[in-house]
């Protein structure tokens, strides 16, 4: 099934699990902008393309409270029976860039800092990235700060990562790489 058949299935099964959330989902950036924006990140970023010019990630919820402004990304995970929240590619750009600096601190981001593109993360200390090598084009891995294995192949290509967010949303299940 080609990518683009993917994204609109998993849009139909977004619709039917969680309206809400597909109220939530950002209109898609032009493949042109998106080149523009992407242009420093190396390696195979064709899988980035097509993902942020269906969605440009999710706008969270945004409220007031007692005088204080709040942002609640509740209800807005792309799977259900876990959090994995699909940003904006701002935000994920910013991930990207930070991850270079902080292998000092958390020397396993050697393996991952400027090769491991971040798309769906868990709020706290998870990320589901895109391997941007060459040797292992499209392949994602979980990166992990609080793992003992802190970056695993989560699926061989960045397909059969989306076939499995369109099982879960279709069934009501996690994702296989947990």
């Known amino acids: 099934m080609k990518r683009t058949e993917l994204l609109t299935k998993i849009d139909a099964a977004i619709r039917s699990r969680n309206p809400k959330l597909k109220e939530q989902l950002c209109r898609g950036l032009s493949k042109d902008a998106l080149a523009k924006k992407l242009s420093k990140v190396p ?44 940003h904006g590619i701002d935000m994920m750009l910013a991930h990207f860039g930070s991850w270079s600096a902080a292998t000092k601190a958390q020397p396993f981001l050697k393996k991952v800092a400027g090769t491991c593109f971040p798309f769906l993360w868990d709020g706290s200390t998870t990320w589901l990235g895109l391997d ?7 392949r994602v891995l979980v990166v992990d700060f ?12 960045f397909d059969e990562c989306l076939e499995d967010i369109l099982f ?3 069934n009501g299940v996690q994702m296989r790489f947990q």
């Open 132 to 138: 941007l090598n060459s040797k292992s084009a499209e």
């Open 43 to 86: 390696g195979g970023i064709e899988p980035l393309v097509d993902l942020y010019s269906w969605h440009n990630g999710t706008e969270p919820q945004r409220f007031q409270d007692e005088g204080r402004f709040l942002i609640s990304f509740e209800d807005l995970s792309v799977v259900p029976c876990e959090l994995l929240i699909f």
């Open 168 to 170: 879960a949303n279709q």
């Open 146 to 157: 609080e793992s003992d294995k802190p970056v695993r192949e989560a699926y061989p290509s």
